[in-house]
């Protein structure tokens, strides 16, 4: 199977957005914001142990407090009883003085709801719980037994 080869952009594009960008100061601040925000979380997030990184998003960093995003209080937990450790390396590594680290938990919110679809037995699961259902002596079961062979395929 051919793959499409990804779309690459000539150098003088790329040159004039950035010209672009520059001539538009508060757009280029912000830019540069999220740069800076971007390198941070990373050095950041390099800090906390490697099995629990991925669950942590940056959410502030001031006047000495640290405020981490996750969305589990597990994973709070978790990266509360190694705090210490990761408060050592983040003084060690920033120029700021980390005090405190607050963690913050934003549970995940739903994107979309699974729908349940009905399942449909095979005509020979259904034969065979008509049979059982001829079987036996108990009337409730024998109705519960027939109502479900009705779910099979058509």
Known sequence: MLRRQPKHHPLSEILALKTKLKRQSGLSTLLQQAESHGS????ILQ????DIRQAFK???LEAGTLQLQCHTAAMATRLRMRQRDILQCLNRTLPDQINRIQILIRPATATSRKTHRALRLSKENAQTLLQEAGQTSDDGLRAILEKLARHAKD
């Open 40 to 43: 941070l979380e990373q050095t």
């Open 47 to 50: 800090a906390i142990p490697h």
């Open 58 to 60: 940056l959410a502030n």
